[in-house]
C-alpha cells in the first residue's frame, strides 16, 4: 500500500479540543517548525513554517488535552492528505492536511511553561527532564 507520510518536530502555538459526533474529539495543532542558516555577511537568519495538524486518535487526543499546552515541544508522525474547498468567489482552492490516526504517532518532547493559573501543587512536585510521554 502507497501512502505519504510526514514527521514534524516543533513548537504548539495554538491548541484547540473539539468534539465531534459519538462523544469523541479530535485536537486541531498549530505547530511551528523553524530552519536557521548563515548569511553571506555572517547573520544568523530564521525563518518559521506554520502547520495545522489535526489528530482524531481518540488516545492521542486524550494525552494532548491533559499535557500539551502552547510551547510544548512535540514530534507528530502522520499521513498527509491532499484536500480541497471551493472559496466565497467559486474559485477552487487547494491544501495538504496533516492528519494524525491510530497508526501515526504523538511524542511530547518538552513541555511549555505552564500559565500561573494552570500549575497545580502536583505539577510543581515533578521532576524536571523525565521520560517522553507517547500515546498509545
Known sequence: ??????????????????????DKKLAIISL??????KTDGGEWTEKTYWHRVV???PAKVTLIEKAVQ????????GQIRPGSWEDERGQTR???EFVVTG???VEIIARGKPKAEETSPSDAE???????KKAA
Open 103 to 105: 497508526f501515526g504517532d
Open 32 to 37: 511551528a517548525t523553524s530552519e536557521r542558516w
Open 94 to 96: 487547494y491544501t495538504v
Open 126 to 132: 515533578a521532576p524536571k527532564g523525565g521520560k517522553r
Open 55 to 57: 489528530v482524531f486518535a
Open 1 to 22: 500500500m502507497d501512502r505519504a507520510s510526514f514527521e514534524l518536530i516543533g513548537n504548539v502555538g495554538k491548541l484547540e479540543i473539539k468534539p465531534t459526533k459519538g
Open 70 to 77: 502552547k510551547g510544548t515541544r512535540l514530534r507528530l508522525v
